[in-house]
């Protein structure tokens, strides 16, 4: 992308994601990016968890104290990260509301900033995380080249897979031009791996048999309708989409949910829901050619081998579906 069109890029998502993190809902409720308040089963929590769940795995068996994350929205994956290991983290995003979001929310702190120029001294940090990040930005190779330099130790990116050519063909064909921060790029396995290097861990994260059971059994109740629909005025309020994206947004906040919802609700809770994110990265790691997402590792310096677990894997569930959550942030608090 050419600099001046980068730079208008940059100004117009930083825009949006400010108004993003600012969206309340009619009772004066914030509405967060990921499942703060406690477990959710709509289908894009269902999808959070499982790439949660996939990363928690990693930073499970990396030895780190210091966390950087960019792109950390409202600051529930750093504060995550610092509940389970207890290590030091620092947020950063593109949207300074967001960084206000994270420490009103998780007490997270850190700045705002893009991503292509990170304001830190090298080696600042023991691991550096990119969470669905390099799909939105304008120099993917340069943010990952940063990343390198101010972590320590590790490099660890997700970001959505691409099967083949034709898939991302697909993907840019259907990509509505009045989407706001939108997936400008799609990596295939021999895109990212030019991207990253050879010298890295590649694994899968989100497997799409299993990911087809959890958007089956996804549900939402009265308990998230407020907090949907708010989304969803400000979705079609602040973005020019084509009356076929406005249809497809509006089926999946409300229309999904309009029935079956009971017996759903009935089969999918904390428990059931474990049992399938087990499942759901046994294969993505071993089969990532059957994966939604890419999960790297990257070497920074010398590059530390992934150790032993520090904690069971029941534990990472328990904090991430039943433990952790925090009290709604209410609009007169923000």
Known sequence: MEPNKAGEYLAQTRQWLNRRFDVFDGEGIYVPNHSSYGFSALAFRLEEYARSYALLRMFNRLEFSSLLDIGCADGYFPALI???????????????????????LHSVTGCALDAHRLPFPDESFDAVLASELLEHVTG?????????????????ITTPRARDRADVRRHFRELDPGEPHAHIHYFTDGEIRNLCGDRGFYFGARSRWVQRILNRLAWGDDTTRMQRQA?????????MLSETSREAVRYALIGRYSTGGEWRKMILGPGTLSRLLRLDVAIAETR?????????????????VPGRKKLP????????????AVRPLRIDSR
């Open 82 to 104: 610092r509940a389970l290991f207890e290590v030091q983290v620092t947020g950063s995003d593109l949207s300074d509301r967001a960084m206000v979001r994270a420490r009103s």
């Open 140 to 156: 993917p190779g340069q943010v990952i080249a940063e990343m390198k330099r101010v972590a320590k130790k590790y490099v660890i």
């Open 231 to 239: 989304y969803l005025d400000f979705t079609l309020e602040s973005a």
């Open 288 to 304: 990532p050619d059957q994966a939604y997402d890419h999960l790297a590792v990257l070497p920074a310096g010398r590059m530390p």
């Open 313 to 324: 894997d029941g534990s990472l569930l328990e904090i991430l579906l039943r433990d952790f």
